[in-house]
């Protein structure tokens, strides 16, 4: 599998990732416009500042184009709105502030709906492409693996894994338009005053994530040892009579609990740590209003500054904090979740995979042939053979009788013919075929294997002696209904 994060999710989910940022990108001007509203209803409305010099009357939604310098400049009346006293002015000007506030929450909606969808989607797929890459491990492989680590990763390691893939590339897009598009209209107000906010919004991009450094390390080791414990108690579920015939309960019990003890000092201090940065966060952006109150206040005594515009910059800057503070806590999840993603993929891309599937249809084997071995040795995890180098041919049709001690060189070569068993030195081929590339699909229609420790899945005996036909997909649709 994809080893880096974000290329995994780019590739799976590109064309509807690039439909979610062209809406954000739509909702742009409509956010904008939401910060310039207020302005213009304190200015123009109350204070009475389109009714100077004597008139009655202002125009309301008037909406003129206005073409760039490099497409030849001028501009165009769309529409020549309505004349309106100052009353009329004052709710038309509310009901369009209404109107972009209902715009802006449904961008929103569909925004989060759709990140929330598409995050449901990946999760599936990635559950489902690491059980595939599973199938992918060599026999011996498989049986090295822990159930419980396994099925404890795809279930639940990857569930926030999942849950940030919506937001891997939409979630920073969102964030950094509503937060530029604040801090930009902040500055087209009052340089000072976006001087000022950029300044608290740059310590709180650069000091909050170095503080937070901490937390992922933190995060990594609970990963680790939650695994770890998962891992332990299925092996003593598994080793349960054992354990109570040699009367181990209480040293299994003292394990666990120190294993516990260890979480819980982990998760303890990530939590301190955890606090007192969202401590010092709070803090930092309830400061900035002190400034924006003083500052502003004496510019607007000044009348260096309306206070229309001082309305809008306050109105601008309640907006600014969140999607900052959203993006730090987005940066750290990024973080979590790639060093979460980067751990799964380890464990499940091994360095020797098999081919599951035939391009072409599977053909049939002449009637008569030969199987080979050259050289063939068989190790355990000490580096002991288990089967010396073995180089004979056995003709086909025919019957060969291997005697030989239980758990021995017998065993060890019916696995290998049976290939239940790859990781041997040497070749074995059948009719010319090298046993060992075989995909998974040819090798099971050519070879059948019966061992001593042969596995029952659950369902019927019915299911289980009619296992090796079900070798089709079953349909996703029964009855072939939609």
Not at 16 to 28: C, F, P, R
């Amino acid at each position: 599998m994809e080893s880096n994060l974000f290329r995994y999710v780019w590739q799976k989910s590109r064309g509807e990732q690039i439909v979610v940022l062209l809406i954000i990108l739509a909702s742009i001007p409509f956010y904008w416009a939401s910060f310039d509203v207020p302005k213009r209803i304190v200015n123009d409305a109350i204070q009475g500042g389109a009714f100077k010099d004597g008139k009655t009357s202002a125009t309301l939604l008037d909406f003129t184009l206005s073409l760039p310098g490099f497409l030849g400049g001028g501009s165009y009346k769309v529409f020549d709105g309505f004349q309106v006293n100052q009353f009329g002015l004052l709710i038309g000007l509310s009901c369009y502030f209404l109107l972009l506030v209902l715009i802006n929450g449904g961008f929103k909606y569909v925004i989060n709906l759709r990140k929330g969808v598409l995050g449901e989607r990946m999760l599936r797929r990635m559950r489902y492409d690491l059980f595939s890459q599973l199938l992918r491990f060599r026999p011996e492989d498989i049986r090295a693996v822990k159930p419980a680590e396994v099925s404890s990763m795809i279930k639940d390691e990857v569930e926030p894994i999942g849950g940030f893939v919506g937001d891997a590339f939409i979630q920073p897009v969102f964030l950094l338009s509503q937060a530029l598009t604040a801090l930009v209209f902040i500055m087209a107000q009052s340089i000072w005053l976006g001087a000022i906010a950029l300044m608290i919004v740059l310590v709180q991009a650069v000091v909050i994530p170095i503080l937070r450094r901490e937390q992922l390390r933190l995060g990594r080791e609970r990963q680790i040892e939650s695994r770890k414990l998962a891992g332990r108690i299925g092996e003593i579920v598994d080793a349960g009579p054992t354990i109570q015939g040699h009367g181990a309960t209480s040293y299994v019990q003292s394990d666990i609990a120190g294993r516990l003890g260890t979480l819980f000092d982990i998760r303890y201090a990530l939590y301190k740590r955890k606090f007192a940065v969202k401590f010092l966060n709070n803090l930092l952006a309830q400061i900035t209003p002190f400034f924006f109150y003083a500052i502003g206040g004496f510019f607007a005594l000044q009348g260096r500054l309306d206070i229309g515009q001082l309305v809008a910059v306050i109105a601008a800057y309640r907006d600014l904090p969140p999607p900052i503070k959203e993006l730090i806590d987005w940066d750290q999840q990024r973080n979590d979740v790639t060093i979460k993603y980067e751990q799964v993929i380890q464990q499940f891309n091994a360095d020797e995979t098999v081919v599951l599937d035939e391009v072409d249809p599977v053909v049939r084997l002449p009637d008569e042939g030969e199987i080979r071995l050259d050289h063939v040795q068989l190790l355990d995890n000490r580096g002991q053979p288990v089967l010396a180098p073995l180089s004979l041919t056995i003709p086909r049709p025919g019957v060969l009788a291997a005697i030989g001690p239980n758990g021995g060189a017998r065993d060890a070569l019916g696995r290998i013919l049976g290939r239940q068993s790859l990781s041997y030195s040497g070749r074995v081929l059948i009719d010319r075929l090298n046993l060992a590339k075989l995909s998974v699909e040819r090798a099971s229609h050519l070879i059948g294997h019966a061992g001593y420790d042969g596995e029952i899945i659950a369902g019927t005996l019915r299911d289980n002696i009619l296992l090796p036909l079900r070798r089709r997909r079953p349909s996703a649709r029964p009855d072939g209904k939609l």
